[in-house]
């Protein structure tokens, strides 16, 4: 195993912790909590499970996927310019504008729920779920060089 092999590895673990982390509070820990708690208690619940993946995003998630997508850009020569190119420039030009527009999704997600914004906080919420899997997607489309 190479030290490009572990910062790419690094690079996908955080991103499916990242996604992952999204898929589980949406799928099941949002619809058990709809159905088994009161208002007041779910309410509780969801903003300190929000708080919490907020945190471990920001001191963890994020910081990884930056210092790992720099490196491996950097291994790959990457550069300004080849963004603009066919294949693999291109894919990632996209890939890294989408990550950019979901991290503000998820940021002004968080926002609207402190402010009590319900129907902008999960429109928001699914935005940047869906993004997320675009970047994914985005990713697994880029060419092997």
């Known amino acids: ?39 007041r208690l779910r309410a509780q619940m969801l903003t300190a499970v929000g708080r919490r993946f907020g945190v471990i995003t920001a001191a963890v998630f994020l910081p990884v996927q930056l210092a790992t997508g720099v490196a491996i850009a950097w291994h790959k020569g990457v550069t300004w310019d080849s963004l603009a190119e066919p294949g693999y420039g291109r894919i990632l030009a996209a890939k890294l504008l989408l990550f950019c527009a979901v991290m503000v999704a998820a940021a002004l997600h968080g926002w609207a729920s402190a402010a009590g914004r319900r129907a902008l906080a999960r429109a928001l919420a699914i935005s940047s779920l869906i993004g997320s899997i675009g970047v994914i997607l985005l990713a697994t489309a880029l060419p092997v060089t």
């Open 1 to 39: 195993m190479t030290w490009w092999a572990v910062v790419r590895f690094l690079h996908v673990l955080a991103a499916a912790l990242w996604v992952g982390g999204q898929l589980t509070v949406s799928l099941v820990v949002l619809p058990l909590a709809r159905r088994q708690l009161d208002d």
